[in-house]
């Protein structure tokens, strides 16, 4: 493939129409259904180690109105859970980590709004915090070796951090054409590259967070799976099928000069209606993808 | 002033023909020679502590080149110690910082070349190290307590945290008309309103720095002073004065519907031919704040 992910892939940002700040409900959602979990892992580490400073990091914070949440979250907690073990409130260090393409000048942008409302909100009570930026893909090492005490993320491990390999037959011929996922149609090769990637990176993601975190620390993990054992059924299948359908209607029509800027702004768009950001930097290109790479070959001849 | 300096100022950011990326030879060449200063503090640090991991913050890292300049000194300096010393090398974490308005997008989205060259041009000998971009005023805490090994800052420090009080009299009336900073026609009392304003901010600077140092922890600040007693003489005065010709010459030209465009406009320029960037957040506005405020106040009635 001619894409790298970690270069390309990103949430669309700031605060637009389309942007993912304004439609993210679903993963706010996942958010608070997750608190129960948050409390209870938060509680176990704070009650366990009573640090004079605690390093908490966000893996896939994307720009929007869930990027604070989850700081709000973990300081509404720990602050609760300092006064009732009388405690002397801990200095906590955010690290809001995501792909260098995500657009972390709004988010820093807005933290001084975020700052300004949390300490009217709180007064006294506030937990005192640092806010920074670790952009970075998290199947591979981000922090030192012992300096983190809670990782935290929601809706960004099922991301892969590239398209499997595996994709095509030995003769080059495309084995998932017209799809951008597992499908209804696809060969068990396809389904075994998918689930292949996916076994990768997880493992890089455990070996890695199991180096950066400090004894007694944590993580709280929420991404999307599958209540089925077939791996085409289920809603996101669905989805991904109707896009895979209006990708391939949208190809079909295009000329190839135009093909190349078609597949960066698909990237960059959300799945509105559905209140979901389907972001197509993970799958596989298909029909597009070939296109636009033999474009690009032709040019460089 | 209606302005928040925080909020406003920034470097141009991007990489274009008037971006500061483009405009920063000054700052490249005071962070070239201060390079032996540098290598002192850090071997005396490294020496003493012999840290398995080290914190290195950069406090007005701004988005260019030289942002990465630093990373790479920091870098150079310890391999070359630690190999002397016979020692495993370090992790290091380095944290860019400047204010939320700086265009941590661009540097971020260069941090993967500039890591790909590192990598090439070191190879096995490259000290591992993690790069994040910390937002906010170093006019105030920044990171917990006793969490830095190394504070570094260069060509930031002359810019204050906002434009003094003091510049009017009594009644309301400009002390300092026509002039964005000490001039030579500037009386005492203005004279006094910069320099008491540094003095606040150069302390809160110390006081957030000593609390955040971790012990052995050290400092090489680097900024702009002046040769003479006489606050209006050297060349600095000079610029300001030509810009401050420059701004009245306009604002006098401009109607009150394009004015408060222009103070925002020329805050993102430069004076690119004397390579020098020349931000106006931190001084008066003189005349065209004054005309801003009023036309503010005015479409508020």
């Not at 059924?233 to 190349?260: F, H, P, R, W």
Request: aromatic share 10%; proline share 5%.
């Amino acid at each position: 493939m001619a894409f790298k992910v970690e270069q390309a892939l990103h949430m669309v940002g700031g605060a637009g129409e389309t942007s993912y700040a304004t439609n993210s409900r679903i993963q706010e959602k996942a958010i608070y259904r997750t608190k129960p979990i948050l409390e209870t892992a938060i509680a176990e580490l704070y009650g366990k180690l009573l640090p004079e400073r605690m390093v908490v990091v966000d893996l896939g914070c994307s720009s929007g109105p869930n990027t604070f949440l989850v700081v709000s979250e973990v300081l509404g907690i720990v602050g609760d859970l300092r006064r009732r073990l009388e405690q002397k409130p801990p200095e906590i260090q955010f690290f809001l980590n995501d792909l260098p393409g995500n657009d972390f000048n709004n988010v820093f942008r807005s933290l001084e709004r975020y700052e300004k409302m949390m300490e009217e909100e709180k007064g006294d009570l506030l937990v005192p915090h640092y806010v920074v930026g670790a952009p970075g893909s998290f199947y591979g090492r981000l922090f030192p070796c012992n300096t983190v005490h809670f990782f935290h993320s929601s809706y960004s491990l099922m991301w892969l951090s590239q398209v499997p390999q595996g994709l095509e037959s030995e003769q080059g011929v495309p084995l998932n054409k017209g799809n951008i996922y597992i499908a209804e149609n696809s060969p068990p090769q396809v389904v075994k590259a998918y689930q292949e990637q996916h076994r990768r990176d997880f493992s890089t993601f455990l070996k890695s967070r199991y180096v950066e975190l400090s004894i007694g620390g944590g993580m709280v993990l929420t991404f999307l799976g599958r209540k089925s054992e077939h791996p085409a059924s289920g809603e996101l299948s669905y989805l991904y099928g109707l896009l895979a359908e209006a990708l391939n209607a949208m190809v079909s029509q295009m000329t190839d000069d135009v093909i190349k800027y078609i597949i960066i702004d698909v990237k960059r768009e959300g799945e509105r209606n559905h209140g979901l950001y389907i972001c197509l930097g993970p799958v596989a290109w298909s029909s597009a993808a070939a296109k636009h790479d033999k474009l690009l070959k032709d040019r460089h001849k």
